[in-house]
Nanobody, 127 residues
């Protein structure tokens, strides 16, 4: 199995940027398709973005498309989420997730598609 640890969250003004990182340890990082989810207070956890084993075919939620970019560096066992033009509605705890199962556009947004989760990092955007 893989252990995941997120970092990079913080407080930022609307319109600003943050880059989240998620470091994996344990099994080979490139064995896993990866995703980012977020959960705002009082709301369900929702899909943000996903990326395949070797960086191809990224998927994005409509709410972040054009503002967020998911990427990975398998040599560093690290997943990234570059977040630009942040809005107050982006405020949430952000989680990275991993799965060894096939990931495609039809299932990448389902929580149940992922096997392993990090503990989350808080992102707060002030308006």
């Amino acid at each position: 199995q893989v252990q995941l640890v997120e970092s990079g969250g913080g407080l930022v003004q609307a319109g600003g940027s943050l880059r989240l990182s998620c470091v994996g340890s344990g099994r080979t990082f490139s064995d896993y398709n990866m995703g980012w989810f977020r959960q705002a207070p009082g709301k369900e956890r929702e899909f943000v973005a996903a990326i395949a084993l070797f960086g191809g075919s990224p998927y994005y939620a409509d709410s972040v498309k054009g503002r967020f970019t998911i990427s990975r560096d398998n040599a560093k066992n690290t997943l990234y989420l570059q977040m630009n033009s942040l809005k107050s509605e982006d405020t949430a705890v952000y989680y990275c997730a991993a799965t060894s199962r096939p990931l495609y556009s039809g299932n990448s947004h389902y929580i149940a598609a992922y096997e392993y989760w990090g503990q989350g990092t808080q992102v707060s955007v002030s308006s």
